[in-house]
């Protein structure tokens, strides 16, 4: 078999990129613009320098010598950051995430989870549920696999068969491990996102124009939602899927919803998304040190005490540099 690079829970890190721009073309100015704040200067955005993370193959389908070939490469940055309240009370957090690249395929798996607050180890159910999904996701796919829906629902399966497993190993409730769990699988022209419970997937076109792309499940209280953990939970899932080029996506648990949703319409806010998916035209260091300090930010943490989780990836399309055909003497 191949060998394929994979990473899981990165957090974006990089190489030395271009100047970071100033606080109004970031979040941290989108977020003081929202709070009511004007941001201190504006600025150019950087240019856009070496990238980080699993590179793509060339693909091209019938191309001739007018024809540009072009290969896709997936940039991927992922962060869980703990709420005030956990911070206070000196408690882990409930949020996690995990994502896996195979660079031969051009296939992104990546997963979102929030551990639920009155679950005594949502953390860990979490942790768990994430990444077990991703690698049922991983093995599918080096299987051969191309059914991204039944892809999805066996990666349900295996996430909530390995909570079944983990609460018979510490001899506790299953309900102990609830989570949410939104789980995505895509390659350059496809993709398919499966969701229990709430927690927002977003799609973004070359513009930066920000489409919904989930459902987020409430249940009949406020502030009820949906757990892998539940007795009907497999047959609650709800996949939506998409046979059209993006340009990013990203996947977010429910502390960011307010500030990043617009909830009475099930619409993304879209300077929030905008900026989020432009932080890409910077460089791999920038880019994530961009969104770090916004996600780890003060200000963000005046709007939501819950721990937030954030992970997006841009899918590149690089030109490859025609051959010219050698001259006959």
């Excluded at 690249?101 to 051009?106: A, I, S, Y």
């Excluded at 076109?205 to 989930?214: G, M, R, V």
Aim: glycine share 8%.
């Amino acid at each position: 078999m191949a060998q394929t690079r994979h990473r899981l829970r990165s957090r974006g890190t990089g190489t030395r990129g271009a100047r970071e721009p100033a606080a109004a073309r970031g979040l941290l100015g989108l977020l003081a613009r929202l709070l009511g704040r004007a941001p201190r200067s504006a600025g150019r955005p950087a240019r856009r320098t070496q990238r980080h993370g699993a590179s793509g193959t060339a693909s091209h389908n019938g191309a001739t010598s007018t024809t540009p070939l072009v290969r896709f490469e997936w940039e991927v940055f992922g962060e869980s950051a703990r709420g005030t309240n956990h911070r206070r009370a000196e408690e882990p957090g409930q949020d996690a995430h995990h994502w896996w690249v195979d660079t031969e395929r051009n296939v992104l798996a990546a997963a979102v989870a929030d551990g639920a607050g009155s679950a005594k180890l949502g953390g860990p159910g979490a942790e768990l549920a994430a990444r077990t999904a991703v690698e049922a996701l991983s093995e599918a796919v080096q299987r051969g696999a191309t059914d991204f829906e039944q892809m999805l629902r066996h990666a349900l399966i295996h996430a909530r068969l390995a909570l079944e497993t983990e609460a018979r190993s510490r001899g506790c409730a299953l309900q102990d491990l609830s989570t949410t769990l939104i789980v995505l699988i895509a390659e350059p022209d496809r993709g398919a996102i499966a969701q229990l419970g709430d927690g927002f997937a977003v799609l973004a076109d070359a513009d930066h124009q920000p489409t919904a792309h989930s459902d987020p499940q409430r249940g009949e209280f406020v502030n009820e939602t949906v757990f892998l953990t539940d007795e009907d939970a497999l047959y609650r899932t709800v996949i939506r899927a998409w046979d059209q080029s993006v340009h990013a996506v990203a996947m977010l648990t429910d502390g960011l919803q307010r500030l990043a949703m617009q909830l009475s319409h099930n619409r993304p806010h879209t300077p929030f998304f905008q900026s989020v998916f432009r932080t890409g035209n910077l460089g791999s260091g920038d880019m994530a040190r961009q969104l770090m300090r916004f996600l780890h930010s003060r200000r963000l943490a005046e709007r939501t005490d819950d721990d937030v989780t954030l992970l997006v990836a841009w899918c590149r399309r690089i030109p490859i540099p025609l051959r010219r055909a050698p001259r006959r003497r």
